[in-house]
């Protein structure tokens, strides 16, 4: 159960993540964000980052086998790198209108090829 609790836990802190590093370039279009230098901007992305944190550092103590986990750590940070993308992909689809191309899909499917082989070992 240790493997669910670990990926549910990703899942959020990489909902927070893709709002630090690129949810203010949304909410600048018509917010009091876009009134703020860059400095505040950063201080602002840096509270959302808190809450990755939160969620994340929890998720690698638990996921981890050296703490009686699952995942080794190569695998976590496969299993990171790929939650990261899906929640980007579709962060980017909702927020911003961005369309999945066909190069995307093929670069996925070398991701899903790559955790294959991560795991496989």
Known sequence: ????LTIGLLVCSNIFMIFAWYG?????????????????VIVFSWLIAFFE????????RIGF??????????QLKVIQEVITLVVF???SSVAFQ???KMNHLVGFVFL???VYFIFKG
């Open 98 to 100: 961005t369309p999945l």
């Open 112 to 114: 899903v090829l790559a």
């Open 89 to 91: 992909v579709v962060f």
């Open 53 to 60: 944190y939160c969620f994340q550092v929890p998720a690698n």
């Open 24 to 40: 203010h370039l949304r909410l600048a279009e018509n917010s009091w964000l876009s009134k703020l230098p860059l400095f505040g």
């Open 65 to 74: 086998e050296g703490n009686g986990g699952a995942f080794s750590l190569v």
């Open 1 to 4: 159960m240790n493997y669910l």
